[in-house]
C-alpha cells in the first residue's frame, strides 16, 4: 500500500510537524524536547490480522493519560498524545514552574483537577500544532475538536485494543522525551482510508516535484 | 442577529461570550454578567481586550488570530495563566477561569465563541491540598530530624557527649562476634577519677560535672582517633583500644593516659589536681564475650584500687 520511498517522505514531514510542536512544548516547560525518529506504520483493519504494533516503544502498559483530539472534513481521524500518568504529574510542575528535581526520585502520579486542564492544554498546542501542519500540507482546511484528557488504565492485553480503537487504518506515532523531567510522550495519529489515500496522493505528487 | 437564542445563552451555568472577527463583543451571557458586575449593554461593541486585559498581550491576541485564521480551537487553563477576568473584589480574592475559544460560523459569519468555566472553587481546593501537603513535608521532616536526635541522645551521655553505657556495651558485642582482623586483639580499660566523690563535695557538681567534660577531652587525646571512648556512668569512663600489636603497645597507651592526668584541670582559675586509675582486659585472650571483658577489666581496676594507689594493671 506504501512504499519506502513514500514511507521515508512521512516521516521526514512528521519529524518537521513534530519539530514544530515540540519547540511549543519546550517553551511551555521550559526546558529541551529530545525528539527520536517516528515511524510510519499501516494497519488494515479489513485483515481481521492482529496488528504487530510496537506497543511496548510506543507506551509502556499501565496508567497513562490520553488526550484525543478528533480531526475532520476532507481529511480526517484521531490524534493522540499519550504520557505514562507517573510522568505526566512531572510536566504539568515544570509547566506551572513548580517542577524539583527531587520530584524525579518519587513516581507521583496523584494528578489534580487542575492539573487536567494543563495537560488539555498542553495537548490543545501540540496536537493543534501537528494536525494543522498536515492541514497546510494537504492545502485544506480542517475542523478541529478540542482533547479530551482520561487518565486510564490499560493492561499488557488492552494495550493493542485501546490503540485498534481509535485506528482507521493508517498511524503514524513518533516520541519524544522532555531533557530535564525524562517525561516521555507519544503522539499518535490515525487517519480514514480516505484520508490515507490523499495524503498517499500528496506525497506521490511531492515525490514527483522532488524527482523531476 | 434575532436568530440568536439569547435566552439559552442566559439559562448556562458557564460564561459565554461572543465576538466578531474584529474581536468586538456582541453577546455577553447572564452568567458574565452576575460575575464581572458588567453589564451586557456596557460591553456590547467593545474590543474583547477591554473586558480580558490579558488579551492586549501579544501572544494572547496571537492566539485568537490563529483560532479565527485556521479554525483550530484553543484551550487555556487558569492554572497555567492565572485569572482572565477581575471579578469584584467581595466574590473572591482571586478569581480563575478556564477559556476555551473555538470558531462558529452563524448565518455565514465566521464568529469566535469563547466559553468561561469558573474554577475559582477547585483551584483555591487544589492549592490548600498543595500547601497542605507541602505543611506536612516540613512537618515529616521535623519528625525525622528529631527522631535522629532522639536516637543520638540515647545512645551518647548529654554531659560529655561521648558513647553511653549502652552504646559500648553494643559497640563491644559487635567487635566480639566481628570477624574484621582491625577487631582482633582489643584492649578493654575500664576507668574511674580516684576520688571523685570529694571533688564534688568540696567544689560542688558544676565544678564535678566541667572536669568529666575536660576528662572526657583527655581521654580522647590520648588514644588514636579510630579508637572507641565512652562514659559508662558517674566518673566510670571506658576505653578500647584496636588492633593491638603487643602488650607494649597497650602499655605505652596507658601511659599516655596516665601523662593526661599529670597536669592539674584548670576550671575558671581554679586548678585541681586528680589522679585516675584503670584496669585492662585483651580480647580475646581474657574473654570472648562483652559481659566477661568488662569484668575482668573491672577486676583489675579493683585490684589497683586496693593498693591505695593511681595506676593501671592488666587482668
Redesign the interface.
Known amino acids: 500500500m506504501i512504499n519506502e520511498e513514500q514511507k521515508d517522505l512521512l516521516k521526514e514531514y512528521m519529524n518537521v510537524f513534530v519539530g514544530k510542536a515540540a519547540s511549543l512544548l519546550s517553551e511551555m516547560a521550559n526546558q529541551r524536547v529530545l525528539l527520536h525518529v517516528p515511524e510510519v506504520e499501516i494497519l488494515s483493519m479489513e485483515d481481521g490480522n492482529d496488528w504487530e504494533l510496537p506497543t511496548d516503544r510506543l507506551f509502556k502498559y499501565g496508567h497513562i493519560v490520553s488526550s484525543t483530539m478528533k480531526f475532520g472534513y476532507d481529511f480526517s481521524g484521531r490524534a493522540l498524545l499519550i504520557f505514562p500518568a507517573s510522568k505526566a504529574k512531572l510536566l504539568v510542575d515544570a509547566c506551572l514552574g513548580e517542577f524539583d528535581t527531587r520530584d524525579l526520585q518519587s513516581v507521583c502520579s496523584d494528578l489534580e483537577d487542575t492539573d487536567f486542564d494543563v495537560l488539555k492544554e498542553i495537548s490543545n498546542v501540540i496536537l493543534n500544532c501537528v494536525i494543522g501542519e498536515f492541514g497546510n500540507m494537504l492545502g485544506v482546511k480542517l475542523e478541529f475538536s478540542l482533547p479530551d484528557v482520561e487518565l486510564i488504565f490499560v493492561s499488557e492485553e488492552e494495550q493493542k485494543l485501546y490503540l485498534k480503537n481509535s485506528v482507521h487504518i493508517m498511524i503514524f506515532y513518533t516520541a519524544f522525551t522532555l531533557a530535564e523531567t525524562k517525561v516521555d510522550g507519544v503522539i499518535v495519529i490515525a487517519l480514514s482510508v480516505n484520508s490515507l489515500n490523499m495524503l498517499i496522493s500528496k506525497i506521490d505528487a511531492l515525490l514527483g516535484e522532488l524527482n523531476d | 442577529m434575532t436568530s440568536i437564542p439569547i435566552d439559552i445563552f442566559n439559562k448556562l451555568s458557564i460564561g459565554l461570550i461572543l465576538v466578531d472577527k474584529k474581536q468586538k463583543i456582541f453577546v455577553w451571557n447572564h452568567w458574565m454578567e452576575n460575575k464581572t458586575q458588567l453589564q451586557a449593554e456596557s460591553v456590547f461593541g467593545k474590543q474583547f481586550s477591554e473586558v480580558c486585559p490579558k488579551f492586549k498581550e501579544l501572544n494572547y491576541k496571537k492566539m485568537i488570530d490563529t483560532v479565527i485564521e ?11 495563566h492565572g485569572p482572565f477576568f477581575d471579578y469584584l473584589p467581595s466574590e473572591a480574592a482571586l478569581t480563575i477561569q ?1 477559556l ?1 475559544i ?1 470558531q462558529i460560523i452563524l448565518e455565514d459569519r465566521e464568529l469566535i465563541l469563547i466559553q468561561v468555566n469558573d ?1 475559582t472553587s ?2 483555591h ?2 492549592h490548600q ?2 500547601s497542605f501537603i507541602k505543611n506536612l513535608e516540613v512537618e515529616n521532616e521535623e519528625i525525622r530530624q528529631a527522631e535522629s536526635e532522639a536516637r543520638e541522645m540515647a545512645i551518647h551521655d548529654e554531659l560529655t557527649g561521648l558513647p553511653n553505657r549502652i552504646n559500648f556495651i553494643n559497640h563491644l558485642k559487635e567487635i566480639v562476634k566481628s570477624q574484621n582482623s582491625r577487631y582482633y586483639n582489643t584492649a578493654v580499660i575500664f576507668l574511674d577519677i580516684d576520688d571523685f566523690k570529694n571533688i564534688n563535695d568540696t567544689y560542688g557538681h558544676l565544678v564535678g560535672d566541667t572536669l568529666l567534660k575536660m576528662t572526657a577531652k583527655r581521654l580522647k587525646a590520648a588514644v588514636h582517633s579510630t579508637d572507641f571512648v565512652a562514659r559508662l556512668s558517674g566518673d566510670e569512663f571506658t576505653l578500647l583500644l584496636y588492633a593491638i600489636s603487643s602488650k607494649d603497645h597497650v602499655t605505652a597507651v596507658a601511659n599516655r593516659i596516665m601523662a593526661q592526668f599529670m597536669n592539674p584541670f584548670d576550671i575558671n582559675g581554679l586548678k585541681i589536681s586528680v589522679t585516675c586509675s584503670f584496669g585492662i582486659s585483651m580480647f580475646p585472650f581474657d574473654g570472648t564475650d562483652a559481659v566477661s571483658l568488662l569484668h575482668k577489666a573491672d577486676t583489675a581496676l579493683y585490684r589497683v584500687k586496693n593498693n591505695k594507689k593511681s595506676g593501671y594493671q592488666f587482668y
Open positions: 485556521t479554525g483550530q480551537g484553543r484551550f487555556l487553563s487558569g492554572a497555567l478556564n476555551q473555538e474554577i477547585q483551584y481546593t487544589v491540598m498543595k
